[in-house]
């Protein structure tokens, strides 16, 4: 079974400030998925990575997938009150199906 | 742009009653996999399909069961509803790409089964 560690679990800041949200598994995924999650809703794609080392920006909010595509970070820079919401990493396994993994989320509070 | 289509969004079941929720994909997606979210978890697989086939199959008991119809829309059937039912059910759609190798999944807003 495979199992992605997301850290922190819960996080609250100032209006400003940056963060770091981390995904990390012993094990390789064919891409990973970043999503943000409303309460209540359904959960938002915010971006795919797939390639080893790649980093993709999104605004305020950049993302990187490690060498060996078993970790990841969201950083958000100068974190807004809208930016509050459930961050939630996703790992495919590819191969005939693409069920997705998903980490335990980190619960983000942004203060204005 | 379309998103995914779920119904109902809500739905109160007493234990023992069945319960069908309803899955329309984004247009031109094959692909349908449906999840359940406990309060306070992160969303879990159960079971989906690629071109109305079964393609995977997660922690789904044996008292639910599903299908994805000709028109790709899929229905998630629910019997003997326990109180640990009670939860949000996601569907999620894909199109399944020919030459790369992910593809991604797009939520629907789900459906709250509250099970008394």
């Known amino acids: 079974t495979q199992l992605l560690e997301q850290s922190p679990q819960f996080l609250s800041i100032q209006e400003g400030e940056n963060l770091t949200v981390y995904c990390n598994s012993s094990?390789?995924?064919?891409?990973l998925q970043w999503y943000r999650q409303e309460p209540g809703e359904g959960p938002v794609l915010l971006v795919t990575?797939?390639?080893?080392?790649e980093v993709k920006k999104l605004k305020r909010l950049t993302f990187q997938f490690g060498d060996a595509r078993k970790d990841s970070s969201l950083h958000i820079t100068a974190a807004q009150p809208g930016d509050t919401g459930l961050y939630l990493c996703?790992?495919?396994?590819?191969?005939?199906?693409?069920?997705?993994?998903f980490g335990k989320g980190t619960l983000l509070t942004v203060n204005p | 742009a379309a998103g995914v289509i779920q119904s109902p969004r809500h739905l109160i079941k007493e234990k023992r009653e069945t319960a069908t929720l309803k899955c329309y994909p984004i247009?031109?997606?094959?692909?349908v996999y449906w999840y359940q979210q406990g309060p306070g978890q992160d969303p879990q697989f159960l079971i989906s399909f690629y071109e109305k086939m079964q393609s995977d199959k997660g922690s789904i008991p044996d008292r639910f069961s599903a299908q994805q119809f000709s028109d790709y829309h899929s229905e998630l059937n629910m019997s003997s509803l326990e109180l640990g039912d009670s939860a949000l059910y996601f569907c999620a759609s894909s199109s399944r790409p020919l030459a790369s190798s992910y593809n991604e999944q797009f939520f629907g807003p789900g459906t709250r089964l509250t099970v008394l």
């Open positions: 247009p031109r997606h094959d692909t």
């Open positions: 996703a790992g495919a396994s590819g191969g005939s199906n693409y069920k997705l993994t």
């Open positions: 094990s390789v995924f064919s891409s």
């Open positions: 990575v797939v390639t080893g080392g």
